[in-house]
């Protein structure tokens, strides 16, 4: 979600995830697209196989080239779902 007082969204930012040694991935998103500041969202962050070993995940957010600060993005957590 976004407060109100949200700002620095006009350019995109990059969403990823990392399975060490497994896989990488990474793409852009314009949050400044996606519906209304006052509502959750769920932003895809990609698509993955799960190793068959156990292991860490990492996601990230960060900013692109732009040199503009962001604020204002809530986030209420991250859930990784089977595609069965």
Known sequence: MMKDNAAGFTHPVKLG??????IEEEREEDFSELGPKDK??????GKFTAPH???QMEMHLSGTES???KKGMVFAGAV?????
């Open 40 to 45: 959750w969202i769920e932003v895809p962050v």
């Open 17 to 22: 995830f990392e399975i060490p040694n497994v």
């Open 53 to 55: 070993q156990a292991g």
């Open 67 to 69: 040199l503009v600060w």
């Open 80 to 84: 990784i779902r089977s595609k069965n």
